[in-house]
């Protein structure tokens, strides 16, 4: 069993910016792409961003290209999410994964762990 552990998030206001870090079990980590999804009160939960084992591809949906980075650094296990220039539609419950491979394509069904999940609000 893979274990996820995300910092806490928190309440920022509309166009600040904030880190989310995501510590994994370290045999599994650095050879796992790393990513997360975040699920807004009332909708779907969804792709956010995703970083391949090696670090060297990223992928970001739509909604957050320019504004968020994604990263990791392998020799602490641990990937980041930078959220820049947040709005108030980026409030949702932000949840760290690790799957064999990710994508701006990727679904819940591509994920093999997820992490508890971790509260972004973001107040205008």
């Known amino acids: 069993q893979v274990r996820l552990v995300e910092s806490e998030g928190g309440t920022v206001q509309a166009g600040g910016s904030l880190r989310l870090s995501c510590m994994a079990s370290?045999?599994?980590?650095?050879?796992?792409?790393m990513g997360w999804f975040r699920q807004a009160p009332g909708k779907e939960r969804e792709f956010v961003a995703a970083v391949s084992e090696s670090g060297d591809r990223t992928y970001y949906a739509d909604s957050v290209k320019g504004r968020f980075t994604i990263f990791r650094d392998n020799a602490k296990s641990t990937a980041y999410l930078q959220m820049n220039s947040l709005a108030a539609e980026d409030t949702a419950v932000y949840y760290c994964v690790a799957a064999t491979h990710l994508s701006e394509s990727s679904s819940r069904d591509d994920v093999d762990f997820w992490g508890p999940g971790t509260q972004v609000t973001v107040s205008s």
């Open positions: 370290t045999r599994y980590f650095s050879v796992s792409a």
